[in-house]
């Protein structure tokens, strides 16, 4: 069946402008999470969903960072104002309610120059 | 604030040999602690989890123990393979909100 897919693969923007990151969840997972990943670091949790809504957003760094999940299935992370710092693989996974195991996407390589 | 970590950054082995990769954790009030093992250029794959009343469980080849007593949780692999190479994370589940730490990169030498 079909894993957790992510849009683009890379994404190379300019110093200023506005992205936005796709993320299909496995068909049926209620729980849906971001992440990001900078080269030799643990993955850092930016937010997580139940559903529709954000249940946890505690990780999101500042307002220029915003998450959505409309229909409980598809989410999309919204970044304005691109830094240099910024530049990360932000990874998506989703899981079962309850469950422990999340699948993984492979990730967004977000470069911004 | 409370946070996962590890005590290795790295870890070579032999081929066949067995590896054994700790973490240490402060979130006491953490559910489930997991395991993930990511490849260069994929996402982390689940390796394994265990529940915060447990202190062993075993899966193929694989076995994770837990010391709630010290805060400690490690992942052994027998009969390590190149395949094994990769970076283990460990993660801490508490209430469907899941953290890592930083890992650690096991190197299989043939």
């Known amino acids: 069946g079909a894993g957790v897919s992510q849009t683009p693969s890379n994404k190379v923007t300019e110093k200023g402008k506005y992205v936005e990151l796709r993320c299909d969840p496995i068909s049926g997972h209620t729980a849906l999470y971001w992440y990001r990943q900078s080269l030799g670091q643990g993955p850092e949790f930016l937010i997580y969903?139940?559903?529709?809504?954000?249940?946890?957003d505690s990780g999101l760094p500042n307002d220029r960072f915003f998450a959505v999940r409309p229909e409980g299935s598809v989410s999309t992370l919204k970044i304005q104002r691109t830094e240099r710092g910024d530049s990360a693989v932000y990874l998506c996974a989703s899981s079962q309610q309850g469950g422990t195991e999340a699948f993984f996407g492979q990730g967004t390589r977000l470069t911004v120059v | 604030g409370e946070s996962v970590g590890l005590h290795l950054p790295t870890l070579s082995v032999q081929e066949g040999d067995n590896s054994i990769i700790n973490c240490a954790y402060s979130n006491s009030a953490s559910d489930y602690f997991i395991w993930y093992k990511q490849e260069s250029g994929k996402g982390p794959q689940f390796i394994i989890d265990i529940r915060s009343n447990m202190d062993k469980r075993q899966g193929q080849r694989v076995t994770v123990l837990l010391n709630k007593t010290v805060k400690h949780l490690s992942l052994q692999i027998a009969a390590t393979q190149p395949g094994d190479s990769a970076v283990y994370f460990c993660?801490?589940?508490?209430?469907?909100?899941?953290?890592f730490g930083a890992g650690t990169r096991l190197t299989v030498k043939p």
């Open positions: 969903f139940q559903g529709t809504g954000a249940a946890d």
């Open positions: 993660a801490e589940k508490n209430r469907g909100d899941m953290r």
